[in-house]
């Protein structure tokens, strides 16, 4: 009952968000955003009797009245507010979004090679709608409540388009920072990535919270990889206690290509990934690497999916979790090897260590294999840190804190490891360092 | 420099040290030998800290302080250091960050500024060559990979970085030929000097003409039944244990109240 009432909130407030438009509403998008109003109208949000979202359970989530970001106030802010939150020290080309709306005034694009497209959703909209009208909202279907709530009022989120046989070198960085004075704000970027043909390009995306206040964003990100294409797509998201994250990424990766997928999780209130990746022709490569750490109540869920669909084709995927205190990790790697997909290389890994006894994760493989000739493998470990290892550390002079430590970033150093930008390695495991001596200060409290 | 009394502990609830008493002075060498299982490594273990050792009489002053006051991390940046009988593998550290961190730790304990990266280069650089390591050894994870010997000459490289005032050797000549013995003892008798001290556990005699100890101990059950100058290592080689068993023997029939 609890759930069809957030249905009608955000049935309501799309009137107002339509108003907003501005001439707008003739456009391909808005057809696809009544569809998708209509079946926000009819889904519901899912319920841990949902086996894919059994482990998590977001009421919590449904409990507040968002605001869309499109029509609830967004804060200004300025380019040196928002350097603390970059990636530095590498080119990059930068798109800023505050509450998954595109900041033109911060971003900074630079020169990008000829015909390439680094831009904000709406403004494509406006400007040259033909060149995703064949696209948008054709990888990702609507399954439930949350991918309805996202088509139903998408307005920006990241573009980037590059045409066949171009090469981008500097990576594209993309800061999605929500932030608001009064309202509960719900962000809703609504991101496609085109590689085309003998292709490759480099998207980092950096997803961060200003301030402390309670936000909820809710993301579909699209992905088509062309033929001999490279596409490595990071995603770092580090958020306040309050925040509540999910996103859906679809991939579709066509002959000779390779899809990188790198997802960094520091913890939020709720935040929930589901990454799909379909091979749609042979000799395609798909790495998935993934690393969460979380602390507190947190609670990180990751579902993976590769659709082994054709023959020749490999994936390789590592996901590592460090969880302590109350927090709770999921993880559901699925992975399906059609019937044609003869010749299939699949591997998955997924370790987890609890630093406390409370901290708790729901680890599960899920391979379904209807091909002969393959080779599949899939484990899954949950530990603790090592007791002797952290007395040989500190036996050599170095203070507890620091020894657990150093034995958790070694951990996780695989997964970091695969991380191609330098600096960009260097400072996610910085990042972890801070998020562990974080958890240090709170645990003497 | 190191000054035990009456030491008793228990693992796992059953006592393996039964009141041991040692003094070390500075400049000394000594040499601890018994057979397996008589609690040696216990001995080390206790002494640098290791928390499944639980001390339950007797205690230990490490230069005037009291040893059991101090965690292992502060007893290793008071000059304590042991290279374990099985150095641990720790896959995804390497061996420049490790020493670095340690070394920095206890720089800043005693008052002193970090070593510059070339400083720090150099001085591994100097030392790897003493012990005849690979420089590449340096990028690579700590102990992974490494032959039983190399992890003994590692402990060893360990402790000539770090500078210890006091030297626990648990069995580093175990598993090493002749030539890496020559080499580990070379090291040791490098950085032996009259301001330091060593606790040489082994049960070999050989070790011993390379590392010459001024004193002998014998443990047997948790207890020194023995001790003398290095010349009992001799007559141990040669005799084995049994005829000090044996004195024991009487001696606890003779007290029986000691036990
Ligand atoms: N971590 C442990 N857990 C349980 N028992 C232990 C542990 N460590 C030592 N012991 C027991 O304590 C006793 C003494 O062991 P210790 O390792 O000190 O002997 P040692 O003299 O070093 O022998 P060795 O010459 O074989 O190295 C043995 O009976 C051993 O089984
Ligand atoms: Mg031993």
Same mark, same amino acid.
Request: glycine letters at 6%; aromatic letters at 10%; charged letters at 25%.
């Given at each position: 009952?609890?759930?069809?009432?957030?249905?009608?909130?955000?049935?309501?407030?799309?009137?107002?968000?339509?108003?907003?438009?501005?001439?707008?509403?003739?456009?391909?998008?808005?057809?696809?955003?009544?569809?998708?109003?209509?079946?926000?109208?009819?889904?519901?949000?899912?319920?841990?009797?949902?086996?894919?979202?059994?482990?998590?359970?977001?009421?919590?989530?449904?409990?507040?009245?968002?605001?869309?970001?499109?029509?609830?106030?967004?804060?200004?802010?300025? /380019?040196?507010?928002?350097?603390?939150?970059?990636?530095?020290?590498?080119?990059?080309?930068?798109?800023?979004?505050?509450?998954?709306?595109?900041?033109?005034?911060?971003?900074?694009?630079?020169?990008?090679?000829?015909?390439?497209?680094?831009?904000?959703?709406?403004?494509?909209?406006?400007?040259?709608?033909?060149?995703?009208?064949?696209?948008?909202?054709?990888?990702?279907?609507?399954?439930?409540?949350?991918?309805?709530?996202?088509?139903?009022?998408?307005?920006?989120?990241?573009?980037?388009?590059?045409?066949?046989?171009?090469?981008?070198?500097?990576?594209?960085?993309?800061?999605?920072?929500?932030?608001?004075?009064?309202?509960?704000?719900?962000?809703?970027?609504?991101?496609?990535?085109?590689?085309?043909?003998?292709?490759?390009?480099?998207?980092?995306?950096?997803?961060?919270?200003?301030?402390?206040?309670?936000?909820?964003?809710?993301?579909?990100?699209?992905?088509?990889?062309?033929?001999?294409?490279?596409?490595?797509?990071?995603?770092?998201?580090?958020?306040?206690?309050?925040?509540?994250?999910?996103?859906?990424? /679809?991939?579709? /990766?066509?002959?000779?290509?390779?899809?990188?997928?790198?997802?960094?999780?520091?913890?939020?209130?709720?935040?929930?990934?589901?990454?799909?990746?379909?091979?749609?022709?042979?000799?395609?490569?798909?790495?998935?690497?993934?690393?969460?750490?979380?602390?507190?109540? /947190?609670?990180?869920?990751?579902?993976?999916?590769?659709?082994?669909?054709?023959?020749?084709?490999?994936?390789?995927?590592?996901?590592?979790?460090?969880?302590?205190?109350?927090?709770?990790?999921?993880?559901?790697?699925?992975?399906?090897?059609?019937?044609?997909?003869?010749?299939?290389?699949?591997?998955?890994?997924?370790?987890?260590?609890?630093?406390?006894?409370?901290?708790?994760?729901?680890?599960?493989?899920?391979?379904?294999?209807?091909?002969?000739?393959?080779?599949?493998?899939?484990?899954?470990?949950?530990?603790?840190?090592?007791?002797?290892?952290?007395?040989?550390?500190?036996?050599?002079?170095?203070?507890?804190?620091?020894?657990?430590?150093?034995?958790?970033?070694?951990?996780?150093?695989?997964?970091?490891?695969?991380?191609?930008?330098?600096?960009?390695?260097?400072?996610?495991?910085?990042?972890?360092?801070?998020?562990?001596?974080?958890?240090?200060?709170?645990?003497?409290? | 420099?190191?000054?035990?009394?009456?030491?008793?502990?228990?693992?796992?609830?059953?006592?393996?040290?039964?009141?041991?008493?040692?003094?070390?002075?500075?400049?000394?060498?000594?040499?601890?030998?018994?057979?397996?299982?008589?609690?040696?490594?216990?001995?080390?273990?206790?002494?640098?800290?290791?928390?499944?050792?639980?001390?339950?009489?007797?205690?230990?002053?490490?230069?005037?302080?009291?040893?059991?006051?101090?965690?292992?991390?502060?007893?290793?940046?008071?000059?304590?250091?042991?290279?374990?009988?099985?150095?641990?593998?720790?896959?995804?550290?390497?061996?420049?960050?490790?020493?670095?961190?340690?070394?920095?730790?206890?720089?800043?304990?005693?008052?002193?500024?970090?070593?510059?990266?070339?400083?720090?280069?150099?001085?591994?650089?100097?030392?790897?060559?003493?012990?005849?390591?690979?420089?590449?050894?340096?990028?690579?994870?700590?102990?992974?990979?490494?032959?039983?010997?190399?992890?003994?000459?590692?402990?060893?490289?360990?402790?000539?970085?770090?500078?210890?005032?006091?030297?626990?050797?648990?069995?580093?000549?175990?598993?090493?030929?002749?030539?890496?013995?020559?080499?580990?003892?070379?090291?040791?008798?490098?950085?032996?000097?009259?301001?330091?001290?060593?606790?040489?556990?082994?049960?070999?005699?050989?070790?011993?003409?390379?590392?010459?100890?001024?004193?002998?101990?014998?443990?047997?059950?948790?207890?020194?039944?023995?001790?003398?100058?290095?010349?009992?290592?001799?007559?141990?080689?040669?005799?084995?244990?049994?005829?000090?068993?044996?004195?024991?023997?009487?001696?606890?029939?003779?007290?029986?109240?000691?036990?």
């Amino acid at each position: 009952m609890e759930h069809k009432n957030v249905n009608e909130w955000y049935v309501a407030k799309f009137k107002s968000f339509e108003d907003k438009l501005n001439g707008q509403s003739k456009s391909f998008l808005h057809e696809i955003r009544k569809n998708a109003l209509n079946s926000l109208a009819e889904l519901s949000f899912p319920t841990n009797r949902n086996e894919e979202w059994k482990c998590t359970n977001v009421a919590p989530i449904l409990k507040h009245n968002f605001i869309p970001a499109m029509i609830s106030t967004v804060p200004k802010f300025q /380019q040196d507010e928002i350097k603390p939150f970059l990636f530095k020290d590498f080119d990059y080309h930068l798109m800023v979004f505050v509450n998954g709306l595109f900041a033109e005034e911060l971003s900074e694009i630079g020169n990008l090679p000829k015909g390439v497209v680094v831009d904000g959703l709406n403004r494509i909209i406006k400007n040259n709608p033909d060149s995703i009208s064949k696209y948008i909202n054709n990888l990702s279907k609507i399954d439930n409540a949350f991918n309805a709530l996202n088509t139903a009022y998408s307005y920006d989120g990241l573009v980037v388009i590059v045409p066949d046989g171009t090469i981008l070198e500097k990576p594209i960085q993309v800061l999605y920072l929500n932030s608001s004075k009064d309202d509960l704000v719900l962000s809703l970027p609504r991101n496609l990535i085109i590689a085309g043909k003998n292709s490759q390009v480099s998207v980092i995306t950096n997803y961060r919270g200003y301030g402390d206040k309670t936000y909820f964003s809710n993301i579909i990100t699209e992905i088509y990889i062309g033929e001999n294409a490279i596409v490595n797509f990071y995603k770092i998201q580090n958020e306040n206690d309050g925040s509540y994250h999910i996103e859906k990424v /679809q991939a579709i /990766q066509k002959k000779n290509s390779v899809f990188n997928h790198y997802n960094i999780n520091f913890g939020g209130a709720i935040v929930r990934n589901d990454i799909n990746t379909l091979h749609d022709d042979q000799n395609i490569e798909t790495h998935y690497y993934g690393l969460y750490l979380a602390h507190g109540k /947190q609670h990180v869920d990751n579902h993976t999916f590769i659709d082994h669909a054709k023959p020749n084709c490999m994936s390789n995927e590592l996901y590592k979790g460090i969880l302590d205190d109350n927090s709770r990790g999921v993880f559901n790697g699925k992975i399906i090897v059609r019937r044609d997909a003869q010749k299939t290389n699949a591997y998955q890994q997924n370790k987890t260590i609890l630093l406390s006894k409370t901290a708790t994760i729901d680890t599960k493989p899920q391979l379904e294999i209807f091909a002969d000739d393959v080779k599949c493998s899939h484990g899954a470990t949950v530990g603790h840190l090592d007791d002797t290892s952290e007395f040989y550390i500190r036996s050599r002079g170095v203070p507890q804190e620091l020894a657990k430590s150093m034995l958790i970033r070694a951990f996780a150093n695989d997964v970091i490891d695969t991380v191609k930008i330098e600096p960009l390695k260097e400072q996610i495991n910085h990042m972890i360092f801070e998020h562990l001596h974080r958890v240090e200060i709170e645990n003497e409290q | 420099m190191l000054s035990i009394k009456n030491l008793h502990a228990n693992v796992d609830g059953k006592e393996i040290l039964k009141g041991i008493n040692l003094e070390i002075k500075t400049g000394e060498v000594h040499a601890i030998m018994g057979p397996n299982g008589s609690g040696k490594s216990t001995l080390a273990n206790v002494l640098t800290g290791n928390k499944n050792y639980e001390v339950t009489n007797g205690n230990v002053l490490f230069e005037e302080k009291d040893l059991f006051d101090m965690d292992p991390e502060t007893r290793a940046r008071e000059g304590m250091f042991l290279a374990f009988q099985y150095p641990i593998e720790i896959p995804g550290i390497s061996n420049a960050t490790f020493l670095k961190t340690a070394l920095n730790e206890i720089r800043k304990y005693n008052k002193l500024p970090e070593l510059t990266p070339t400083e720090f280069l150099d001085r591994i650089k100097d030392k790897a060559k003493v012990l005849g390591l690979d420089d590449t050894l340096i990028s690579r994870a700590v102990n992974v990979g490494f032959s039983g010997g190399e992890k003994k000459r590692n402990e060893i490289f360990q402790m000539l970085i770090l500078e210890p005032k006091f030297v626990l050797l648990d069995e580093t000549d175990s598993g090493l030929d002749i030539d890496a013995l020559r080499i580990v003892s070379n090291g040791v008798n490098i950085y032996r000097n009259p301001n330091n001290a060593f606790l040489v556990v082994t049960h070999y005699q050989r070790l011993l003409n390379y590392i010459q100890p001024d004193f002998v101990h014998v443990l047997y059950k948790g207890k020194i039944i023995k001790s003398g100058g290095k010349e009992l290592a001799l007559e141990l080689e040669e005799k084995g244990y049994d005829w000090i068993k044996t004195e024991e023997f009487e001696t606890e029939n003779a007290w029986p109240e000691s036990e």
